[in-house]
């Protein structure tokens, strides 16, 4: 059992940038970790994911170049730096880890823990 718990969210302007966390309740060593976002209306979107032991990393072309993931091993964090944010960037933000190692590990029904998101606002 993993618990995981967001921080970081808020409102900025367009351009502007935004560094998330999630700390988790255990080491993750050998997880696939993932930030996913959903705005109203809208299906569950991975933004970004990293397999905690190899520090692979996967965006969608969405935001690559603009987030980045990471993970600090010693403090079981996950980060995840956005920068250059857009108003579709806007959207509640969720941490996520799979026990085991995903198909796509951008896509949601692959992690079966779950934090209760951070709401991101980006204002034209």
């Known amino acids: 059992q993993v618990q995981l718990v967001e921080s970081g969210g808020g409102s900025v302007q367009a351009g502007g940038s935004l560094r998330l966390s999630c700390a988790a309740s255990?080491?993750?060593?050998?997880?696939?970790m993932g930030w996913f976002r959903q705005a109203p209306g809208k299906e569950r979107e991975g933004v970004a994911a990293?397999?905690?032991?190899?520090?692979?990393?996967y965006y969608p072309d969405s935001v690559k170049g603009r987030f980045t993931i990471s993970q600090d091993s010693a403090k079981n964090t996950l980060y995840l730096q956005m920068n250059s944010l857009k108003p579709e960037d806007t959207a509640m933000y969720y941490c996520?880890?799979?026990?085991?190692?995903?198909?796509?590990?951008?896509?949601?029904?692959?992690?079966?823990?779950w934090g209760q998101g951070t709401q991101v606002t980006v204002s034209s």
């Open positions: 996520a880890a799979a026990s085991s190692p995903p198909m796509n590990a951008l896509l949601a029904p692959a992690y079966n823990y």
């Open positions: 255990r080491y993750t060593y050998n997880y696939c």
């Open positions: 990293i397999y905690t032991s190899s520090g692979l990393t």
